[in-house]
């Protein structure tokens, strides 16, 4: 296996996670490994706990997102209607694209709502991890958008890489109406804004948000407890990028009854992914090959690939390969050679 480097971990996390390539070469890693240090509660605690209960906000809005390439280029642009209870259950479903699109665009919008709503748009997911790892500077700045009046920050990273976020954030309910969200070099990746935004609107006909997968959360432990959980071996990945700490470990069931192990990794704003499908599944007696989602087939027809395929979901990037152990990806708003190194980690 090629070894590749990651930047180098911030100073306060490292201690937790020291995982190197040579170390964990010694053992197999832990899920132990990936959990985050206690941490000393940051600054504007208030306003960022605000920013963070933003997702429990009852709603039905229609929004305008953006997408750019990495020459900062519109290569897609749409109108959306977002429906939320406050407790957990959402709708979001296009209303229209306003850039050409393939005839499928909008079915595939439907089949990846979830992930859209819960993964796509800024959101402070975990106040102790945003703490560690991100800076909110208040720019003292108003903007009115949707018609209500909010107040803008600017959100970047302790370390300054990565991603950098400009959000304008509703007085009243501390839900992001706007944001910009610029790559590590500055260029814009991604924008959202609000058109509408009604916090107590009519829900009575709402059709929510149905899940398509069985997910069931599974104990932290070692590769082994993991192995007993799930009924194969989990090749967990020695190389996690610096400042993202494990946030939940669930197996998944999808289609025909495929068999998955995901890991969500977080830094506090932004998601990491690692999945994991045994080449030969116990619950099917198949094999699979790789794809853009995989698919079974016949033992005799899955050959290993050993290649990482590298393509764009989104602002988000996707690596996935197909080796002896099964088929690995891991999706992230990280450079492609970053999550590469996340698969090879986890390769024997």
């Not at 959402?90 to 979830?114: N, Y």
């Not at 108003?142 to 970047?156: I, L, Q």
């Not at 260029?187 to 107590?200: H, I, K, N």
């Not at 829900?203 to 599974?218: C, D, I, K, N, Y």
Request: proline fraction near 6%.
């Amino acid at each position: 296996m090629a070894e590749r480097s990651l930047t180098p971990r911030l100073a306060l996390a490292g201690a937790a996670l020291a995982l190197s390539l040579t170390a964990c070469a010694r053992r197999e890693p832990s899920l132990a490994d990936y959990q985050a240090p206690l941490v000393v509660q940051g600054a504007n605690p208030g306003l960022i706990a605000n920013i963070q209960s933003a997702r429990n906000v009852q709603q039905r809005s229609v929004r305008v997102v953006e997408i750019f390439d990495s020459a900062g280029v519109q290569t897609l642009a749409y109108r959306e209607e977002f429906l939320a209870d406050g407790a957990g259950r959402f709708s979001l479903q296009p209303i229209e694209a306003l850039t050409p699109v393939d005839p499928a665009w909008s079915i595939r919008q439907g089949v990846r709502q979830g992930y859209l709503a819960r993964y796509r748009d800024f959101e402070i997911r975990d106040t102790a991890l945003f703490a560690l790892n991100w800076k909110l500077t208040d720019l003292s700045e108003t903007s009115t958008v949707a018609g209500r009046p909010c107040s803008r920050y600017f959100v970047e990273r302790k370390s300054g890489s990565g991603h950098t976020y400009l959000i304008d954030v509703d007085l009243t309910t501390g839900v992001p109406l706007a944001y910009e969200d610029r790559d590590e070099l500055g260029v814009l990746a991604a924008r959202m804004t609000y058109e509408s935004f009604d916090e107590t609107p009519d829900l009575s006909g709402a059709v929510w948000f149905q899940e398509s997968v069985t997910e069931t959360e599974l104990s932290s432990g070692s590769s082994a407890s993991l192995r007993q959980q799930v009924g194969f071996q989990v090749p967990l990945p020695r190389l996690i990028p610096a400042g993202y700490y494990l946030d939940s470990t669930s197996s998944l069931v999808v289609g025909g009854g495929q068999s998955w192990v995901k890991l969500v990794f977080s830094d506090g704003v932004e998601p990491l992914f690692y999945l994991f499908r045994p080449l030969f599944d116990p619950l099917q007696s198949t094999a699979i090959t790789s794809g853009s989602f995989p698919t079974s087939v016949s033992p005799q027809t899955a050959n290993p690939s050993n290649e990482i395929f590298l393509y764009r979901m989104g602002t988000a990037g996707v690596a996935q390969g197909t080796f002896s152990p099964g088929t690995l990806i891991a999706v992230g708003r990280l450079s492609d050679a970053t999550l590469g190194d996340v698969i090879e980690s986890a390769l024997p």
